[in-house]
């Protein structure tokens, strides 16, 4: 079940990284990781992505891509470390994807090696909807697709 707030939707299956406001799934072992409603709406029109090299070893909290928007240019961090081996091309020409489906556009998925470890360091969905609520009145927020 997905839960929303403002308009933000934040699905129950997913796992949070709230620090990165990115989401998380673990698909055959490899993280699939994308943008959350929340973040990308606090963003903008997403207008360039810069993906980091297939092959790119990174730590958690590592610059995996950087994201500019009409309002908003940083960097998309890494919730688990391990090795990129994807990248959305979809996404990486059209960027707007995020913004419109931001848990239907994955990012770029990861081959963790810490996985076990770091799962702890992630919030799961139902967690994720209370701990986001006051981010999302704080930055004054609301989720339109």
Known sequence: MDMSYKGCVIPEDLLYDLEYHVWVRIDSGIAVVGATSPGQAYAG???????????????????????ESAKY??????????????????VKANPTLVNKEPYKNWVLKIQPD??????????PGKEAVEKYKPIIDEWGIECTS
Do not use: H
């Open 45 to 67: 029109e997403m207008i360039f992505i810069k993906v980091k090299d297939i092959g790119t070893k990174v730590e958690r909290g590592a610059i995996l891509a950087t994201v």
């Open 73 to 90: 240019m940083g960097p998309m961090r890494a919730p688990v470390s391990g090795t990129l081996v994807d990248v959305n091309a979809e």
């Open 114 to 123: 810490k996985l076990d470890e770091q799962l702890k360091l992630l919030t």
